[in-house]
Each structure stands twice: as structure tokens, then as C-alpha cells.
């Protein structure tokens, strides 16, 4: 990470508001406006003036396609937010289209923004009042544990867990490699098996893959996962279909990981959701009970946001007691269902995270789409564009990687040395979420996997 | 106790450290005495008998540079001389030399007494005496009182030092040596954080007892690399040795695995922390079960000796045992123990405790080098030692510290992993520690650090002025090169399809066509009429640095950006405790190392990015208020 980079993020909160702004600030802010923004009229891209609102297409420059026709601003250093180039795209709000955007500025040189970094410039550009200093490092640190947080979570992932097979085959190749520079007369077996070459070619090939659909449907494949937890007959079931169908959107059934969960997609003004119903407490009969909830919390654990039903006239269970236990860590709503039978007799758990609903009239279901909507954005799961800075970051990743081992499959009868420093390169880009550093891992490698030295 | 006379510097120790570390100081004008336990084991090499090799041999290079010992040393009395690597690229090329280990300590003392300013005295440093947190002089078993205004602790494995093979526990220091007992407690007593370190190494076998015939033979390099730049190939030829290689068998492993049982390491009676870099073969053989076999190299210990170093058996095992295990390898049927392997317990100070220029930070004018700061390595102790040299010479002289970047000199890394990072084991180079390898060339080691050696007055004017035509010869011919075109003519074209390569549709300079691998610089010559003569060396440069151009300036690049962290500078006074938002783990560990910049703080383990940030905006508001 530089100080120097051109950062970019999405800087207005996702899927409230008609507008969507993807923010660029750095040395290369014109370079990538010019390259992503034609606007009408013949202008040429380098005569952007200053502080000026050009109304334009939004191209994407790998496939050529217009993603969004919108506006343009382009501010000079110094007298920007930043005190750097800053340019920002006004689009369209969706989801999907801010996030395309923000990609292809992303593949042209600018680097996701780091939580918080925007402000940490302007205060380190003299943009701040000196009095915000103290303020500004706690949002730094504020920021940075909870996108850390986020971060570790979303490794757990499918995009994550691939992410890891291709750090653990790149660093394969490293080791042997390096064992071979620094012992060069050991015989080394295991450099006799691997054809490096090839591997390296299958390496792009299917990073190449990945890329390519990592867009396409994973805004519904992969959306803010929502799990339904509650003992039987609490109105789960209800619920979710409430949820679905009065959305009408696009309903798909996708196999749950875990055995006994199912999960569906819905699309909440523009925020993708998988709403997974822990079907383990849904139908455990009493001696299997104990394991069905074990089950559904495990679920519930790995998602983003956990809808805990309990029914409103229902006194609480030594079950609902262990549940709330178990999701504390988690962000989570406790939704006291069927308020058409009766409104809850006491408050049970956290007033502030209780909503009451009743799906067969209606009721409260807005203010609990209104509190989705607000967990989503605002509070806990992710500071504003969360979920998708995650995900935009390992998409950063797999596309930095692809553009080096291309260059080292390029430079390949160059020496070991050279392929060595493509491919740590790669392995750095796609470790940049998970804390050790190349040469760390490297030396434990080498010494764990051969038998060396004197 | 009687009061010797007052130095400028006192070094306590002569090993490899000790002697560039004193050499350094009284080049640099400094009054300096050199102790040693024994003054025949000055520059004495305990282990393997070898100077140089992947990453280690960088080092020698960057000392040579800086006006160091080491690389003219071998280059008198080397047997064997090898590059290694040279299949896998620039960045990685390896100078190695077998050494006549006798002839090598003898050449460097030699050196050390031919040295004006410099003293070299034998006596058992047991004392320092440190007043209001500096020191002010050495204290001799004897009694003698040394005033001196810097010491450097330059004391190997020497430190309470016990050496062990199987249940046989001698309290000595390496090879037979007396070990020095009383100083690590005094350090102790200064709250220095010290830890205790193990290490080893193999028998010795007599070579009329080996069949060479049945092992591979190992030859040197006929065309010579001299180690130092100030040597030339033709002055340092000489008739070779040849080293040999042998194989472990199924029953050596056996009687290794029949006698675990008796191996202090397995049995818990050594409580050091070894390298796992060099493991003892009864480590290997346990960790490796499934390996059928493992490469031994045998390797003379010197000219006039019958001694080989057997290179891959380090042992503690009891010596009967070491007896019959190496009776099967294969060619060693018949062979005569001359020196029994041994592991050694050593004391060392954990380097956590040392600035970026190798001071400990608790005492003023105290400096440490080596094993001491639990390095291994001959190379990596000199490679501090003239570091810590340098820097007490600075210091007394009221000047700015001499440190070498990350980006600047493996020396760099080694020093910064040492002490920013610290280590639990026996820290040995490696070239894949380094960030800028394909920067840090033993090629290049001169260009990188002669111009830094002459300011610091260790390179004499005669080499500098040499060294400057080099380095102009190198940019005169860089930016020929670039400006000869080459056209698509007959004879070009059939110069470039003789070596496998396309020829030209229309022409290009010459440096483009010296960009394809397939083409060597001679190639061109009969197509290159305006070409000057030039040293090999200078073409050498000229080939890496346009062959390896766009890598070089990607990693130049990097460096840059690395830089810019490097040099905002962390005030010694900081209060981390009292800055707003870090956390108190970073706060912890940088209140306790001390770093001197922010890319320094930055490297500390357990200091994360949002710290360097929060730290950053901290400086940012300092310097406004």
C-alpha cells in the first residue's frame, strides 16, 4: 500500500437515492476520466477543465460498452476535498452499474480505496482543521477493524476459498523456485514433477475464468447473505414468503452449502439479498433438536445479517436464550412475528433491535425492510459500500494477478529470478486480505516442505 | 585492578565480525584494540570451510565495496572458487569459494597487524564498565582496565558456551577453544534482554581413509571471479581442489533411528534454539522419514591438510555412534574420525535490543555484531561487523550513522530484519529475504556502495577513481547502444538467424537486438564498427541493465515508493501511549523499539497499516502545532 496510489471507492451509500458517485482521487484522476468518459459534443478528454460538470457515456474500455450516461466532474489539485485530482462519476444509483464503474477505473490504475482514506488525505494535504486530527484517527481505526472484520469473513467465501487454492498453487511454484536459487546443489525432487511452465499457463487460464464471471449473476449468487433463525412454527416460512413474493423479483433455488438450509435470492431496491432459511431448527423433532440448532447456528454464523423470529406472544425458551448467545456477535434483528394474534406481552432481548411484524396483514413489514436496509448500509455489516469493497478488492486482486503471471509465463526463459519476482508479485496481490506477507510465508515454506543445509 | 591505556574503541572478540568491525574503526582514524581468547583463533572458520554462496556471497561483495577484509581474504587463499546460479538469471548469481581455513585466519591477521591504529591483544573480556548509561571501558580476566569511548561486542558463540555430542557435555567455546564465561551475566546485569542459541557442525574425516573414486567429483570454475573488485581474474589464479559427493544410505538412517535415544537433541538436554536451515542429519532424518537418501559434500579444510569438512552430517550424536554412521556412507567404509561433531549452546542478545546501526539502544557507545546478535553465518557477522565498526567510528567522531537501506544492500535487509523484526532462531541470509533482489546484484555491489566506502574513508583514492571510470565506461557504452541503429541488412540478419533468433524486417538500435536472449554482446561485433574495448565487467553491467530493463525499473519503482516511508522520520521522544486512536498492542511495540521512521514502524510485527496510518495524521499535527 502507497501513499502515492490513485484510490477510488463508491462514495455514496448503495441503493437509496437516485444518484451513485464513484470517486477518484490522485495523480492519475485525469487519466482515467479521459479513458472512461467521452462526453457530447467532440470535447477532447484532456481539455476537462477544472471544476467543471461535462454531461457524457460512461464506457467501459476493456469491452467497449457504454455502461451509464452521466456527469463528469474533474477538480484540480489543490482546491479539492482531497487537496489531489480528484474525478467523479455521477451515475445512475444501482448497484450493479456503480459497481461495474467503479471496476473499470479500478483496472485502469487506481487502487481501492483503503476505510477512511479519503479524509486521511485531506488531513494529510492540509484540508482539515487541525481539531478534526484526533477525530480522523478514530475513524481510521474504527473503520479499519470493522472492514478487517468484514474482510476475514467474506475469505470464507467461495471467491475466497478459490482465492486460496491460487495463493497455495502460486506459492508451489515460488518455493521451489527459491529452494532451487538458494540451494543450488541440493537435489530437489519435487522440482522434477511440476512442470512450471504449464502450471503457470493453467494458472492464467483460470484466473482468466474467474474474472470473467465473477460479474455476471454473483450480485444474486453471492448477495448480502440473511439468515432466518427461530424454533419451529415462529413464522419463518411466512416470512420468507412474504419477502419473496411481494417483491416479485428474481426468485432462484440454489442448494444450500449446509446440508439442511436453503437459500433464495431477492433483490430489496437494488440491494441483492440471499435469504437462507436454517431448515435444521424448522423440522428437528426433540431428540435430534440439540443438533438442528447447532446447524442453524453455524449458518446463521456465516452470514451477514440474521433475522431471529420468535412469535410475539411466545415467552421465550432456554433454545431462543442459546440462539441469542450464539448471534451476539453477529449483526442481527429479533423479529417478534405475528403481531396479528396479539402484540408481544414484554419487551424480550435488545428494544433496540426488535421489530414486530405481521406478514399476513402486513404490518411492520416496511420498517423491517427499512431496518434491512439500514443494517445493510449504515450500521454494522459494512460502512456504506461494505460488501462490494470486499468483493471489488479480490476482484482488484484476480485482475493485478492475471497481469503478472502473464508477465511471468512473458519473461519465462529470463531466469528463475525474474518469474520469482512476477509471481510473488501475484501471490501478494491475491494475499493482500489475509496478513502475511510473501517473504514470511516463503522462508516457513521452504524449511517446512525440503530437507537443507549443512 | 591496573588501568591500561585509553582507546577510541575496544572490539571484544576476533572472529569474523571482530575483525571487520576493528578494521573499519581504525581505517576510519579511530585508536582501536581487538581481544581475543586466543589470538590463534582470530578470524578462525569452526565450521564449514567456505566463503560465500547464494545470498551469503552478495555480502562478501557489498563488504568489499564498503572497503571491507573478507573478499580480498579468500581471494588469497582460496582452493576452490565457483559462480552458482548462473542458469537462473542476474539477480541470483552466487560466488562461492572453498577456503584453506588455515591460510585464511593467518592472511587476516596478517591483515590486522599491519594496520596502523590497531592493536590485536589476547585477553578474556569479563567486564564492561558502563557509567550513567555509557560505557567508559573493558575489563580483562586479568584485571586489566581498558578506557575506551566505544566497545564492540563481537563474541561469537564464545558466551557461556558448552559444547555437546551425545551424553559428553564440554563447557568450551567452538573447536576446542576456552569459552568466556563471565560477560553474559554482567550484561544481564545492564537488563539486556539475552537468549540462548544453539548451533553445530560435522566431523572431520582424514581423507587417505575416503574413496573419492566412488563419490561425483566437484571441480571449480575455470574462468575465475575474484570476490574482491579490486582484484582481477589473473591475479588470483591458481591450481584447485575439488570437492566430492556422497550419499546417506538406508543403514545410516538406521543407526541414526536405533540411537535417537542417545541424542541430546531428542533427549531434551540441549534447550537452545537451532536453525532450521541447518539441521543436524539426525533432525533430518526424522523429519524426512520417507527421504531414501541425502546429499553429503565432502570438502578439504585446506592445502597442506588431509582434514575434510563433511558437509550435511552436523551431529550431536555420542561419538561411537557418529563413528559408525559415517562408515556408511557410500566411499566412507574405512573412515578415520579426525574431529568429532558437535552441537554448541551459545548466549546472545535478543537484536530487538539495537538500533538500525547496530548501537544497544539501553548503553551509549556499546555496539554489537555476529552470532552476538543472533545472526549465523561467516559472511552475515562480517557484514555487521564492519556496519557496527563504522558506526562507533561516526559516533565518536559526533557524525550522522551509517545505515544501508532494504533497497540499497543486503546488509540493509539483514540488519533491518534483525533488529526490527528480531528472530528465534540463528538468522542466516537468504536471498529471497530481500525485497529488491533483482537491485541487489553481487554484479553490481560496487556501483551500489564504493562511491558511500570512499566518503566513509575506506576506499582508497586510486580504486575510487578507477571504480569512476568503470561506472563511466558503463553509461558511455549504455547510451551507445541505445543510439547505433541496425538495419535489416544481410549480415546482420545472418548474425541473428545463426543464433536462433528472427531477423529485422526494418531496422532498430542495437540495444533492442541485445534485449533478445539468444544474443550475446560479441555477437555483434563484426556489425559494430564504432565499438570501443571495454573490460568484461563493464559489458557485463551493460547487458544486465538493458536486458533486464522494464524488471529493473519496475523494482526501481517499488524502491521509490519504499523510500518515501523510509525517510519520514519518527522523533526518538515520541509518547506512543499518548497518541489518540492506535492501538495499544502497536503502541506497545513501537514504545519499545523505538523505530526511527515510519517504514521502519511499519515493518514491526504486530504494527498494522491503520497504526502507520493513525501515526501519519499524528506526525501531520505535530509538525502544524
Known sequence: MSWEDTIAAISTPIGTGGIGIVRVS????????????????????????????????????????????????YMKAPHTFTGEDVAEFQCHGGVYLLRRVLQAVLSRGARLAEPGEFTKRAFLNGKMDLSQAESVMDMIGAKTSLALKAASRRLDGRLGSKIQEYRRRIMDILVLLEVEIDYPEYEIEEARELDIKEELGKLQKELEDLYRTADTGRMLNEGIRVALVGRPNMGKSTLLNALLGEERAIVTDIPGTTRDTLEEGMNLDGIPLRLIDTAGIRESEDPVEAMGVERAIRAAKQSDLILFLLEGTSGETKEDLRILREIEDTPYLLVRTKLDRGKPEEAWGDPEKTVCISAVTGEGMEELKERIRQMVFCESIQPKDGVYLGNARQKQAVYGAIGTIRGAIGSYDLGSDIISMDLQNAYDLLGELTGNSTREDLTEEIFSRFCLGK | MYQEEAMDVAVIGGGHAGCEAALSAARMGMKTILFAINLDSIAMMPCNPSIGGTSKGHLVREIDALGGEMGKNIDKTYIQSRMLNTAKGPAVHSLRAQADKFRYKEAMKEVLEGTPNLRIRQAEIVDLQVEEGRVKGVITASGA????????????????????????????????????????????????????????????????????????????????????????????????????????????????????????????????????????????????????????????????????????????????????????????????????????????????????????????????????????????????????????????????????????????????????????????????????????????????????????????????????????????????????????????????????????????????????????????????????VLDPQVIEQVMIQIRYEGYIEKQIEQAEKFQKMEHRLLPQDLDYASIHGLRIEAAQKLAKLRPGSVGQASRISGVSPADISVLLVYLKQRKRT
Not at chain 2, 558511455?476 to 541505445?482: A, C, G, L, Q, T
Open chain 1, 26 to 73: 490522485g495523480s492519475k484522476a485525469a487519466q482515467i476520466a479521459g479513458l472512461l468518459f467521452s462526453p457530447v459534443g467532440n470535447r477532447k478528454a484532456k481539455d476537462f477543465i477544472s471544476h467543471k460538470a461535462y454531461y457524457g457515456k460512461i464506457t467501459d474500455p476493456d469491452t467497449g460498452d457504454i455502461l451509464d450516461e452521466g456527469i463528469l466532474l
Open chain 2, 145 to 532: 582496565l581498558y578506557p575506551c569511548k566505544a566497545a564492540i561486542l563481537c563474541t561469537g558463540t564464545y558466551l557461556s558456551a558448552d559444547c555437546i555430542h551425545g551424553e559428553y557435555r564440554q563447557h568450551s567455546g567452538p573447536n576446542g577453544m576456552a569459552g568466556a564465561d563471565r560477560l553474559s551475566g554482567k550484561l544481564k546485569a545492564l537488563s539486556l534482554s539475552m537468549r540462548r542459541f544453539k548451533t553445530g557442525t560435522p566431523a572431520r574425516v582424514d581423507g587417505r581413509t575416503i574413496d573419492f573414486s566412488k563419490m561425483e567429483e566437484q571441480k571449480g570454475d575455470e574462468a575465475l571471479v575474484p570476490f574482491s573488485f579490486e582484484n582481477s581474474p589473473e591475479g588470483i589464479g591458481r591450481p584447485q581442489r575439488s570437492c566430492y559427493l556422497t550419499y546417506t544410505t538406508e543403514e545410516t538412517h538406521e543407526i541414526i533411528r536405533r540411537n535417537l535415544h542417545r541424542s541430546p537433541l531428542f533427549s531434551g538436554v540441549i534447550h537452545g534454539t537451532g536453525p532450521r536451515y541447518c539441521p543436524s542429519i539426525e533432525d533430518k532424518v526424522v523429519r524426512f522419514a520417507d527421504k531414501k537418501r541425502h546429499q553429503i559434500f565432502l570438502e578439504p579444510e585446506g592445502e597442506h591438510t588431509n582434514e575434510y569438512y563433511v558437509q550435511g552430517m552436523s551431529s550431536s550424536l555420542p561419538e561411537d555412534v557418529q563413528r559408525d554412521m559415517l562408515r556408511t556412507l557410500i566411499g566412507m567404509e574405512n573412515a578415520q574420525v579426525m574431529r568429532t561433531g558437535y552441537a554448541i549452546e551459545y548466549d546472545c542478545i535478543d537484536p530487538q535490543e539495537l538500533d538500525l546501526s547496530l548501537r544497544i539502544k539501553k548503553i551509549e557507545g556499546l555496539y554489537s555484531a555476529g552470532q552476538f546478535n543472533g545472526s549465523s553465518g561467516y559472511e552475515e557477522a562480517a557484514a555487521q561487523g564492519i556496519m557496527a565498526g563504522i558506526n562507533a567510528a561516526l559516533w565518536i567522531q559526533g557524525k550522522d550513522p551509517f545505515i544501508l537501506r532494504r533497497d540499497e544492500a543486503y546488509i540493509g535487509v539483514l540488519i533491518d530484519d534483525l533488529v526490527t523484526k528480531g528472530t528465534n532462531e540463528p538468522y542466516r541470509m537468504m536471498t529471497s529475504r530481500a525485497e529488491y533482489r533483482l537491485l541487489l546484484r553481487q554484479d553490481n555491489a560496487d556501483l551500489r556502495l564504493t562511491e558511500k566506502g570512499y566518503r566513509l574513508g575506506l576506499i582508497s583514492e586510486k580504486r575510487y577513481q578507477s571504480f569512476l571510470r568503470k561506472k563511466e565506461a558503463i553509461e558511455n557504452e549504455i547510451e551507445r547502444v541505445r543510439k547505433v541503429m541496425l538495419g535489416g541488412s544481410r549480415e546482420v540478419n545472418e548474425i541473428l538467424v545463426s543464433r536462433g533468433t528472427a531477423p529485422l524486417k526494418m531496422g532498430v538500435s542495437m540495444a533492442e537486438i541485445l534485449k533478445r536472449p539468444e544474443i550475446r554482446y560479441e555477437d555483434l561485433e563484426p556489425v559494430d564498427p564504432g565499438r570501443p
